[in-house]
């Protein structure tokens, strides 16, 4: 999969991934449709930062939430 094409596709694998590592709980919250496409860069920047790091405390999870809720379309 080339991530460097902006698509929903890559969003929803993405979104998906992040979901993932992060063990959300409630996944369900975070739809790729509800991300804004002009935000692909940033999106694609959380991501790869997330699959970089085995481990993430409390804080940095809800830093990463944080982040992707700003992200989200208004």
Do not use: C, T
Not at 15 to 29: H, P, R, Y
């Amino acid at each position: 999969m080339d991530l460097s094409i902006k698509s929903k596709e890559n969003m929803n694998f993405m979104v998906g991934k992040i979901s993932d590592k992060l063990n959300f709980i409630n996944a369900e919250v975070m739809k790729a449709s509800q991300f804004d496409e002009e935000k692909y860069e940033d999106l694609h920047d959380i991501y790869e930062l997330v699959m970089k790091r085995d481990h993430f405390s409390p804080s940095e999870r809800q830093a990463i939430a944080e982040e992707l809720g700003s992200l989200r379309k208004k």
